[in-house]
């Protein structure tokens, strides 16, 4: 028995750092993408990218097919990381519990009525806790990780804006993102997603998210900077912007850089 016992502990064990060495693999090639001189020169801070050839990099590797598990997870062990969607607004956790007295006892009778929004994925998840790391140190911003799921009638958020950059990683279902730009008037672009897709989205692009199945679970890296002057400090500092400075900008002093952006 102890050695049956033994064997299986060392199965598992190689199966987890296999599964590690994998997940840390398609992690640095996520970072390859966004870190891509031509995407930072043509399209970070100026318009959305989707790239619709990636789904091997997360699809398997991030494990979000157990949805019902990481619901479960942060309803028992992180509540406060929960929020929900009521006639388009996001309440969270505390609040809803107080509101008029629903008495939702458990996340799927839930899911039934409220769109879930779970965030601090990071918490629960090896896939995304390690790609918002490394996000942090390459953009030197906060990344906050959330998965959206909604299901049957229920509808999500209205037409906003974040306040950070988002990279949009499409699970399961499928779902049309409407793009307008940062008055949000002109609509920009009208993106399907469909599972194994990617999308990014500048700060301050407003967008309208309209589920086209039956179900749909998506999750949001985001590029968070509490001030522009953050930002603009990390373009000068870190060598991932450089190609979205002008070339004749590069090499003036950090003062003259700073007036001109």
């Given at each position: 028995i102890e050695r049956g016992l033994t064997?299986?502990?060392?199965?598992?064990?190689?199966?987890?750092?296999?599964?590690?060495?994998?997940?840390?693999?398609?992690?640095?090639?996520?970072?390859?993408?966004?870190?891509?001189?031509?995407?930072?020169?043509?399209?970070?801070?100026?318009?959305?990218?989707?790239?619709?050839?990636?789904?091997?990099?997360?699809?398997?590797?991030?494990?979000?097919?157990?949805?019902?598990?990481?619901?479960?997870?942060?309803?028992?062990?992180?509540?406060?990381?929960?929020?929900?969607?009521?006639?388009?607004?996001?309440?969270?956790?505390?609040?809803?519990?107080?509101?008029?007295?629903?008495?939702?006892?458990?996340?799927?009778?839930?899911?039934?009525?409220?769109?879930?929004?779970?965030?601090?994925?990071?918490?629960?998840?090896e896939f995304f806790a390690q790609l918002s790391v490394l996000m942090q140190y390459h953009f030197g911003a906060f990344t906050p990780v959330s998965a959206y799921v909604s299901y049957g009638n229920t509808k999500g958020a209205k037409k906003h804006r974040d306040r950070g950059h988002i990279f949009v990683f499409q699970f399961q279902g499928s779902c049309k993102w409407t793009l307008h730009d940062k008055s949000s008037r002109k609509k920009i672009d009208e993106v399907v997603m469909k599972p194994g897709m990617l999308m990014y989205v500048p700060q301050g692009i407003y967008h309208r998210v309209e589920r086209l199945s039956e179900f749909n679970l998506h999750v949001s890296v985001g590029l968070r900077y509490y001030h522009p002057q953050d930002e603009m400090k990390s373009m000068l500092n870190l060598p991932v912007f450089l190609p979205a400075l002008p070339a004749e900008h590069r090499n003036l002093n950090i003062d003259k850089q700073s007036a001109l952006l």
């Open positions: 064997l299986r502990v060392l199965e598992n064990t190689m199966r987890d750092n296999k599964r590690r060495k994998l997940t840390m693999r398609n992690v640095d090639k996520l970072l390859k993408l966004f870190c891509d001189d031509n995407f930072i020169a043509n399209y970070w801070q100026r318009q959305p990218k989707v790239w619709t050839e990636a789904k091997n990099l997360f699809l398997k590797t991030a494990d979000l097919a157990h949805f019902a598990k990481l619901i479960d997870r942060h309803w028992n062990l992180f509540p406060e990381s929960m929020s929900f969607y009521r006639k388009g607004r996001q309440i969270d956790y505390e609040s809803f519990q107080n509101v008029d007295n629903i008495g939702v006892d458990s996340w799927i009778e839930l899911l039934r009525q409220h769109p879930v929004l779970v965030q601090r994925l990071y918490l629960s998840n």
